[in-house]
């Protein structure tokens, strides 16, 4: 299963966050809902968790050699 990423340097805040968030999909939905709601003082809703849903990226892992 590819992991999600959830990166709050990529969406403009007052406190210029840089927390990034990695997963499996529903761990990251779940961890940056909640990061959202204690520090960006967002409410929990179902918009809210689809909202970072759609926000998520796949992992990009470094090439090994």
Do not use: N, W, Y
Not at 23 to 34: L, P, Q, S
Not at 39 to 48: A, C, F, I, K, R
């Amino acid at each position: 299963m590819t992991r999600k990423v959830a990166d709050c340097r990529k969406f403009p805040s007052e406190t210029d966050c840089t927390l990034t968030i990695s997963g499996e999909e529903e761990e990251v939905v779940k961890a940056a809902t909640e990061h959202a709601v204690s520090v960006h003082s967002h409410t929990d809703s179902p918009e809210l968790r689809d909202q970072i849903r759609g926000m998520l990226e796949d992992e990009k892992v470094p090439a090994q050699h």
